[in-house]
């Protein structure tokens, strides 16, 4: 049986593989720190191998700063942590497939590689924006020290004079260590996008253009799709002598380029008349959904005599949609067989004004929908726009939490940007790892409330304190992660509220980062003898549950964090089974036989055991022998 590593995948070994199935001859072997042998790229032979396309000299064009170099080999260096779950704080634990973690998100998205990898579908980031400004929930100043700047971009030479004269005006220190925080995290997050994925990044005019230079470097700029303006406020304070600044920019970049349509507002035209004034009148039913009225959003209309029908049964509306079915009756061209087989080919149905003129659309619901304009204003689209900052504050107050959070983005925001991409995908997943104030899962819950959606979300947050003085610390939230929490518990009851038929995905897991579950002594069990490893009363830290380990187990094998599983005792034992036999665990000392049988004879596809369950070789061979008779497709590990 094979030992869990219990550490995040090492990037740079995968890369390696991927170069040695390419390119054979160029791999060889070299010592690393510890002076362990690992593969490593003989690049001179590289250089040859692809002589015609390496550039030699210093005249090509890229996108550097001081620290790039050391944030890519950051995001590639794997970490020993783990994620713990927290039942306590989590809501709907059992059922729930949202998920809210706790920790430094580069970490956290390394965590997240195997399991979430090219999963996501739709990523929305509100990162620092590196004014310098102490106001935002993260520390968004991220100036270089000067002397730690001079020195790594090789300002002064040996004896300490200065090689050229510093440009004050456009001194990149400003900028160094705020694009490799954001390089080395990018990065990562790329590899968990879906191929048809896409990354939302809000940013004001501060570093919009470094943002943009940054992500054509880690995206492609062939993976540009477009920059959306926000119109953020109708109030701009007038204190700025040159320009009153009123929008902030979202860029969208793909993980590759495809032809996913992006959707917008609904086409109003392409419509034909299902009305007749030479056809006898006929009372239709109208399934829910099918409707859509563009002269009323929401509320209900009452049965009764309109101009050009006769409304039979009352209509609850609910984002411009019928959500019940509608008998009217009028001079209709169609019979009710034909409405049935026109619905069920995608046609729809109008009623753009009181007087009930009906009429249909024959569309694919693909192609019912505008391209988005780039403009978010809630004032050129009505239906489908972006209200402002204050309209996010006015949400905090209905929250009753308007004095925790400065600022926010209005959920309007994310609820236009996240159905641009899953309008036709309403189970895609949808991750922020800048959470803040959770905005993002209040818009996923909401869109999953109006049209029934389950979308999934993942929230990261640092639970960065707050400070003693603030009200959030004076409610008694420490962090920033408690009041996320208290957030999104508020919004789910005040979306029940507003729309009290409406069933979503209102609970969360709570995950945390922490040290690895293993004792020190087992990442350096090369060190051992086996019998002295045998001998040592376990590798496990004593503060860990079966539940730590399990969620260990589940981010080393790859598997989703949010998925159901049991807890059953076998003749004494503990034995865990994750979505229904994805993988089946028993962290007990002392296994006996019996367990190993009941468990390899469910046929999981993977099995993970303590090393300390089996007291000697020939024991673990035995549980090697009984997996291979009786479940031989099983991977069997232990930790």
């Known amino acids: 049986m094979d030992k869990m590593r219990m550490e995040s995948e090492n990037i740079q070994q995968e890369n390696v593989a991927k170069i040695a199935a390419l390119f054979p001859n160029c791999v060889t072997e070299a010592r690393d720190e510890d002076g362990h042998l690992k593969k490593a790229i003989n690049f001179e032979l590289l250089k040859q191998m692809l002589s015609d396309s390496v550039i030699d000299g210093d005249e090509a064009y890229e996108f550097t700063w001081v620290g790039k170099k050391a944030s890519i080999v950051e995001a590639n260096r794997p970490i020993r942590k783990t994620l713990r779950p927290c039942k306590e704080d989590s809501v709907n634990w059992d059922t729930t497939e949202n998920l809210y973690i706790e920790g430094d998100n580069l970490e956290v998205l390394k965590l997240l590689q195997e399991s979430y990898l090219g999963r996501i579908k739709v990523m929305y980031i509100d990162p620092p924006y590196n004014t310098g400004s102490d106001s935002f929930v993260y520390s968004d100043n991220f100036v270089m020290d000067k002397d730690k700047y001079d020195q790594e971009i090789g300002m002064y030479d040996e004896d300490g004079n200065k090689i050229f004269r510093e440009n004050n005006s456009s001194n990149p220190r400003f900028h160094s260590d705020w694009l490799s925080m954001l390089n080395s995290r990018l990065m990562l997050a790329r590899n968990l996008l879906a191929d048809d994925g896409v990354i939302f990044i809000s940013i004001d005019e501060n570093e919009v253009y470094n943002m943009q230079k940054l992500c054509n470097d880690v995206f492609g700029e062939e993976n540009y799709a477009a920059t959306f303006i926000w119109t953020k406020t109708s109030t701009p304070p007038a204190l700025s002598y040159k320009c009153r600044k009123t929008v902030e920019y979202v860029l969208a970049y793909e993980k590759k380029w495809s032809t996913l349509k992006y959707y917008g507002s609904p086409i109003d035209g392409g419509d034909a008349p299902l009305l007749n004034t030479g056809n006898p009148e006929k009372t239709l039913i109208f399934p829910a959904g099918s409707v859509y009225f563009l002269f009323q959003r929401n509320g209900s209309i009452n049965a009764g005599k309109k101009d050009k029908v006769e409304v039979l049964d009352e209509i609850k509306i609910r984002e411009g949609v019928n959500m019940n079915d509608i008998r009217l009756r009028g001079q209709f061209k169609w019979e009710q067989e034909t409405l049935y087989d026109e619905v069920k080919k995608g046609t729809y149905f109008l009623v753009k004004t009181d007087r009930f003129s009906v009429r249909f659309q024959r569309r694919n619901i ?34 009753e939490m308007s004095k925790w959070f400065d600022y926010t983005k209005p959920t309007s925001l994310i609820k236009v940007l996240v159905n641009m991409i899953c309008k036709l995908d309403d189970s895609a997943i949808v991750m922020d790892f800048f959470s803040g104030s959770a905005t993002t899962a209040d818009a996923v819950m909401q869109l999953n409330a109006e049209d029934g959606g389950n979308r ?32 999104i518990r508020r919004a789910a009851k005040k979306i029940h509220e507003n729309n009290p038929d409406a069933k979503f995905d209102d609970g969360f897991r709570v995950l945390k980062l922490d040290d690895s579950n293993m004792n020190d002594v087992y990442y350096a069990a090369g060190d051992y003898t086996q019998d002295l490893v045998a001998m040592m009363e376990s590798n496990v830290k004593s503060d860990r549950t079966d539940l730590d380990l399990l969620f260990g187990c589940l981010i080393e094998w790859g598997l989703p964090l949010s998925l159901p599983y049991t807890s059953e005792t076998i003749d004494g034992c503990m034995v865990h089974t994750y979505n229904d036999g994805d993988l089946i ?34 024991e673990k061979i035995n549980v090697g022998e009984i997996f291979k008779s009786l479940a031989p497709d099983t991977r069997v590990k232990v930790i």
């Open 585 to 618: 665990a028993c962290f007990d000392e002392n296994v006996p036989e019996s367990v190993i049988k009941t468990i390899a004879k469910r046929q999981p596809l993977r099995a993970v055991f303590r090393d300390s369950s089996f007291a000697s070789s020939p």
């Open 456 to 487: 999934k979300f993942i929230m990261v947050q640092l639970p960065e304190e707050t400070d003693e003085k603030s009200e959030a610390y004076k409610a008694g939230y420490k962090n920033i992660c408690e009041i996320g929490k208290e957030r």
């Open 366 to 399: 693909e192609d019912s929908y505008k391209t988005p304009n780039n403009f978010l204003n809630i004032e050129l689209n009505k239906d489908t726009g972006v209200a402002t900052n204050e309209s996010a504050a006015k949400e905090l107050t209905s929250l």
